[in-house]
């Protein structure tokens, strides 16, 4: 009896120790499996981890730079799509202003007057955008509007307009408000800061710098003019048709010059966005490159992993089915 029973915990100690090891084997092969790297690195390495240590480290960087080159990517085409629908409703309000000149009708002339103030409207709110809650044309103020509300503009230009008679006075007044940094447009319509909202990095040694802000001079022109524009209807200016005719005549000529400008600020993101596609790819080639140094010395073959594993659970199986025979133990309370 009594070397029954030392021969049953000598094998019951045996299939413990098989069953621990198989459980290893199953668990070191599967996450070989998934991972597509050997578990034994330091043998793989020879113990240099050094290498090892540069891989990770490459990869780790270049993630976050490629992260971050795309977020920069999604803010400037954002830009982009702002740039273009500005300059499109200013080009289409340049081109009705003609028209309701031509025509020279008082209710043509006021309708396009009321819709410059439409498009001032817009325009203003457009500057507004945001991309993942960062203001986009409020320089480093990212954490604020770019501009104030139509209303707030045009009640500040209004009180400019003050004493002023002819179309001459008009439009210098709205020039020195335009130029005014303390009551004019740098002070009440632009909210932003002068400081651009930082550097773009591009790898280790470039960098690119995206200074398009709301009080950009091509959008300050874009801007100006749609005001301009916009006051021919103003009650306390009390303009003849002739006078609004010209008035708008001379905000038409003004927008198309400054879409211009706009164009060309444009193609200056447009550079900007090249050379953050640029940064991605590389940023993606380094890791692309980091990942296929490591597999070659650190990768199994998938297909030899795959049927290790499988025999793994096989063998997991047979001590199963050993060790429930001596103790009748359910698979639940084995695993």
């Known amino acids: 009896m009594m070397f029954n029973s030392i021969g049953d915990l000598a094998s019951r100690l045996m299939l413990n120790q098989s069953n621990q090891q198989a459980k290893g084997n199953l668990v070191r092969l599967s996450q070989e499996l998934t991972t597509g790297l050997t578990s034994d690195v330091g043998g793989a390495l020879r ?8 891989w990770e480290r490459t990869i ?10 795309t977020q920069s990517m999604t803010r400037v085409q954002a830009k982009q799509t702002v740039l273009d629908t500005i300059n499109g409703n200013s080009i289409d309000l340049a081109n009705n202003i003609s028209t309701a000149v031509t025509s020279g009708t008082i209710s043509g002339l006021d309708a396009v007057s009321t819709n410059a103030k439409d498009a001032l409207a817009q325009a203003l709110s457009q500057l507004n955008v945001q991309s993942a809650g960062r203001s986009l044309f409020a320089g480093s103020s990212t954490d604020g509007p770019a501009t ?14 003050a004493g002023a008679v002819t179309n001459e006075d008009i439009t210098t007044a709205l020039q020195n408000w335009m130029d005014d940094t303390s009551g004019g447009f740098e002070a009440i319509a632009y909210l932003g ?9 591009l790898d280790e040694g470039r960098v690119v710098n995206d200074s398009t802000r709301a009080n950009d001079p091509a959008l300050k022109q874009t801007l100006q003019n ?9 009650e306390g200016l009390a303009l003849s048709a002739e006078s609004k005719a010209s008035l708008l005549e001379e905000a038409s000529s003004g927008l198309r010059a400054a879409a211009g400008q706009v164009t060309n600020l444009h193609a200056s993101l447009g550079y900007i966005e090249g050379q953050i596609a640029d940064g991605i790819v590389q940023a993606g080639a380094e890791i692309s490159t980091a990942q296929m140094l490591r597999t070659d010395v650190l990768g199994v073959d998938q297909y030899e992993t795959a049927s290790k594993l499988q025999e793994a659970e096989l063998q997991l199986e047979k001590i199963y089915l050993l060790t429930s025979r001596t103790s009748q133990m359910s698979l639940l309370e084995y695993l």
């Open 47 to 54: 113990n240099d981890f050094a290498i090892q240590a540069g």
């Open 60 to 69: 780790s960087a270049s993630e976050v730079r490629e992260k971050t080159l």
């Open 226 to 234: 749609l005001i301009l524009a916009s006051v021919a209807t103003d």
């Open 148 to 161: 104030a509300d139509v209303e707030i503009v045009m009640s500040s230009v209004s009180a400019a307009f």
């Open 193 to 201: 800061d002068d400081e651009n909202s930082g550097v773009i990095r």
